[in-house]
């Protein structure tokens, strides 16, 4: 596996550079950029590499920036100071998001986050996931009429007066036959989150985020719903480490 390191701070990707040739002798690292104009000029004169490490600050802009003005069909591993960019870089389908300094155990499961999203389904892997693993259908009812709706277009799924609603990303509102317990261990984990006990929200849905009391967040989605979507205490934790890519267990 050939490795790319595009990164700001010269200092952080010789030590992310020593880190990985450590852990993981058979990789290979092809390069290492440090700005938006010398990563443009290196990704269209070479192939492509089976994954890069990108750090969200480069030396003439953002690893956003590069990214707009060049379509890489590549696992992307983001690195940063900060968890400000968390959420935008899951958007662009990271593998990962790590903050710095990197600790080795959280680069051993980023790493190993990518051996098993870039396994093929195939036989030899039976466990495999695809696109489609969860991605369950429903058939609802209007009157006479049905329509069949996909769990991966739902902005957020809530409860009210024991109903479930799924709500898509188009701002149209259709109950459903399952409990949100249910729905929860049906949904992409992640793309879904279950904030409280009356929400589950997608992460495209998620347009804001602000501190809330009691170490809470709140959250603005787009779709609005009626009511305050507030991240329970007991959740806030677990929904920072999944806005950060690490799996929620």
Do not use: C
Request: no cysteine; hydrophobic share 45%; charged share 25%.
């Amino acid at each position: 596996m050939n490795v790319l390191i595009i990164d700001g701070d010269h200092a952080a990707a010789q030590k992310l550079g020593q880190l990985l040739s450590e852990m993981f002798p058979k990789i290979e690292l092809i390069g290492q950029l440090d700005s938006i104009e010398a990563s443009l000029r290196w990704l269209n004169e070479h192939p492509l590499p089976d994954l890069i490490f990108m750090d969200v600050h480069l030396a003439d802009g953002t690893s956003f920036e590069l990214l707009d003005k060049l379509e890489v069909n590549k696992p992307i591993i983001f690195t940063s100071n900060s968890s400000e960019h968390a959420l935008q870089a899951l958007k662009v389908s990271a593998v990962d998001y790590l903050l710095k300094p990197l600790k080795k155990e959280d680069l051993r499961l980023a790493i190993k986050k990518y051996h098993r999203l870039a396994m093929p389904a195939s036989v030899d892997h039976p466990t495999a996931l695809t696109t489609e693993t969860h991605s369950p259908r429903f058939l609802i009812r209007f009157g006479q009429n049905f329509r069949l709706v996909e769990l991966k277009v739902a902005a957020f799924i809530y409860t009210e007066d024991k109903i479930t609603f799924l709500v898509t990303k188009e701002g149209r509102r259709y109950p459903i036959q399952h409990s949100l317990e249910k729905l929860e261990g049906m949904a992409d984990p992640q793309s879904f989150f279950r904030i409280n006990r009356q929400f589950i929200v997608n992460i495209e849905s998620i347009k804001e985020m602000h501190t809330h009391s009691k170490s809470r967040v709140k959250l603005l989605l787009d779709p609005a719903p009626a009511k305050e979507t507030i991240v329970s205490s007991v959740r806030s934790p677990l929904f920072k480490r999944w806005l950060l890519g690490a799996e929620v267990v």
